[in-house]
């Protein structure tokens, strides 16, 4: 997950996958739960949720939309599918996402 302020991540916070697969991946609640606590110290919104695509584009997967819970935050996907990795960013509203400009800086 990505945490900052207006919008602009400041800090990664790595999830564990608690799902025994190498091709999904759940948050445990309790970690999801101190990390939120440990945003709101310092003063913090959650800004965006990335993940990785082995095998796939960069571009949000059926599951993905599916399982979007912040219609506010960006998702960002990066795909390894290919020798050099590919990024897309989006924003997954009414179950539709949108692509997003992004700079990383």
């Known amino acids: ?4 302020r207006n ?8 999830m564990d996958n ?3 697969s ?10 999801l739960q101190i990390v939120f606590n440990e ?8 800004v965006g949720i990335y993940h990785s695509h082995p095998a796939a584009p960069p571009v949000p997967s059926p599951l993905d939309i599916l399982y ?5 935050v960006f998702y960002i996907i990066v795909s390894l599918a290919n ?9 997954i509203v009414g179950k539709k996402p949108y692509s997003s400009p992004y700079v990383v800086g």
């Open 1 to 4: 997950m990505l945490s900052g």
């Open 7 to 14: 919008r602009c991540a400041e800090t990664i916070w790595k």
């Open 18 to 20: 608690t799902a025994a």
């Open 22 to 31: 190498p091709n999904a991946f759940r948050m445990d609640e309790q970690q």
């Open 39 to 46: 945003m709101k110290k310092r003063g913090h919104d959650l």
């Open 68 to 72: 979007a819970a912040y219609e506010d």
């Open 83 to 91: 020798q050099k990795p590919a990024v897309g960013c989006f924003r």
